[in-house]
């Protein structure tokens, strides 16, 4: 049986060798290739044959630590990074195979159409990552690559001063070097806008999210982000539509957040009939609005309470929410404070997220 399909070993995944040898040690390791009797016993355990391009795969490499633990591909060997058969959930869909994790607790699987996609940790949440598995692992090297230098160290100056964000350039460099390797990559399109609305480029992160919508649209939050660079544009009726879309895509709780936000950015003659839907599908929308703005302002942040404050006005116009006083600290003991602790590198088990938080309220 030709497994190559006419291609020499040697060929196959030939971008991602390269990158192997080329990279500084540790950067990427590959475990040595999968037996076909290893293959056979995992097909048997998961009750069912493995994908053809992630079994070609296991026979070069069995699973794979990129980057230092940021993203761990599963193999079926004992010395596998992690095994194929513990990363299997209850509620995965029979279409899907699990075969890799993230440090930040992200799982990626093949679906029946051999694409990659995301689950974020600890929710349902389903973004398309990658437009196959060969594009998916050139993509996230060469994303990741980005962060390093070649003595295999962070690189400097790729986080913000905090050390807990990649800068908006850094993160634009890595979104547009991921979508080289990967054009349909959705996930890396979405990150791509996030970054353009952080160095205030607002027409470029429109175009750059309508295409991360276009790539996944059945996908709730690339609809919202490219309704809040909407908004910040002025364009007013793009952001209603795409907050719309996002509310109809996401039919929980949050979707009535999502409504909101579309009341917020709504004409006058729009916003009482997107107003009322939204407390129709959440009663508690008012209260939550109420606590946020209260929540913002008793923790000093400026940037939440403005927008937790203009959610409020476009659910309930006129309405303020006066925060209540912090009672002053009062010391037991009159010694001095500790000095702040010296700022730590972060540790490369678990690099920042890249592409920008989520903000649903």
């Given at each position: 049986m030709n497994r190559r399909r006419g291609r020499e070993p040697e060929q196959f995944f030939d971008h991602f060798r390269r990158a192997v040898?080329?990279?500084?040690?540790?950067?990427?390791?590959?475990?040595?290739?999968?037996?076909?009797?290893?293959?056979?016993?995992?097909?048997?355990?998961?009750?069912?044959?493995?994908?053809?391009?992630?079994?070609e795969f296991l026979r070069s490499f069995d699973g794979a630590d990129l980057f230092h633990e940021t993203v761990l591909v599963a193999g079926v060997g004992a010395g596998a990074p992690v095994r194929l058969a513990e990363l299997a959930q209850p509620g995965d869909r029979p279409?899907?195979?699990?075969?890799?994790?993230?440090?930040?607790?992200?799982?990626y699987a093949l679906d029946g159409d051999g694409r990659v996609v995301r689950y974020d940790a600890g929710?349902?949440?389903?973004?398309?990552?990658?437009?196959?598995?060969?594009?998916?692992?050139?993509?996230?090297?060469?994303?990741?690559?980005?962060l390093y230098g070649p003595d295999g160290e962070y690189a400097p100056d790729v986080f913000d001063p905090s050390g807990e964000e990649v800068t908006p350039v850094v993160a634009l460099r890595q979104a547009e070097r991921a979508l080289k390797q990967d054009p349909g990559a959705a996930g890396a399109a979405h990150a791509?806008?996030?970054?353009?609305?952080?160095?205030?480029?607002?027409?470029?992160?429109?175009?750059?999210?309508?295409?991360?919508?276009a790539l996944?649209?059945?996908?709730?939050?690339?609809?919202?982000?490219l309704g809040r660079v909407a908004?910040?544009?002025?364009?007013?009726?793009?952001?209603?539509?795409?907050?719309?879309?996002?509310?109809?895509l996401d039919p929980g709780p949050e979707g009535a957040r999502l409504l909101a936000w579309a009341t917020r950015a709504a004409a006058p003659h729009e916003a009482a009939a997107l107003r009322a839907l939204a407390l129709a599908r959440d009663p508690g929308l008012l209260e939550a609005l109420r606590r946020a703005v209260a929540a913002a302002a008793e923790d000093d942040d400026p940037d939440e309470r403005a927008e937790a404050a203009a959610l409020l006005e476009a659910i309930a116009p006129g309405e303020v929410v006066v925060p209540r006083r912090r009672l002053p600290i009062v010391r037991e003991s009159a010694a001095p404070p500790p000095p702040p602790a010296r700022p730590r590198r972060p540790h490369p088990a678990a690099p920042p997220r890249s592409g920008g938080r989520r903000r649903g309220a």
């Amino acid at each position: 049986m030709n497994r190559r399909r006419g291609r020499e070993p040697e060929q196959f995944f030939d971008h991602f060798r390269r990158a192997v040898a080329r990279l500084p040690a540790g950067l990427i390791r590959v475990m040595p290739p999968a037996s076909e009797t290893e293959l056979a016993a995992a097909a048997a355990a998961l009750g069912r044959e493995l994908p053809a391009v992630y079994g070609e795969f296991l026979r070069s490499f069995d699973g794979a630590d990129l980057f230092h633990e940021t993203v761990l591909v599963a193999g079926v060997g004992a010395g596998a990074p992690v095994r194929l058969a513990e990363l299997a959930q209850p509620g995965d869909r029979p279409d899907e195979l699990t075969f890799a994790v993230a440090a930040a607790g992200e799982r990626y699987a093949l679906d029946g159409d051999g694409r990659v996609v995301r689950y974020d940790a600890g929710a349902d949440e389903r973004a398309l990552a990658g437009s196959a598995f060969g594009p998916w692992l050139d993509a996230t090297v060469a994303r990741e690559q980005v962060l390093y230098g070649p003595d295999g160290e962070y690189a400097p100056d790729v986080f913000d001063p905090s050390g807990e964000e990649v800068t908006p350039v850094v993160a634009l460099r890595q979104a547009e070097r991921a979508l080289k390797q990967d054009p349909g990559a959705a996930g890396a399109a979405h990150a791509r806008g996030v970054a353009l609305r952080r160095l205030g480029r607002l027409a470029a992160a429109v175009g750059a999210l309508k295409e991360a919508t276009a790539l996944d649209p059945e996908n709730p939050w690339p609809w919202f982000d490219l309704g809040r660079v909407a908004l910040e544009d002025e364009q007013r009726a793009e952001a209603t539509a795409a907050f719309r879309r996002a509310a109809e895509l996401d039919p929980g709780p949050e979707g009535a957040r999502l409504l909101a936000w579309a009341t917020r950015a709504a004409a006058p003659h729009e916003a009482a009939a997107l107003r009322a839907l939204a407390l129709a599908r959440d009663p508690g929308l008012l209260e939550a609005l109420r606590r946020a703005v209260a929540a913002a302002a008793e923790d000093d942040d400026p940037d939440e309470r403005a927008e937790a404050a203009a959610l409020l006005e476009a659910i309930a116009p006129g309405e303020v929410v006066v925060p209540r006083r912090r009672l002053p600290i009062v010391r037991e003991s009159a010694a001095p404070p500790p000095p702040p602790a010296r700022p730590r590198r972060p540790h490369p088990a678990a690099p920042p997220r890249s592409g920008g938080r989520r903000r649903g309220a």
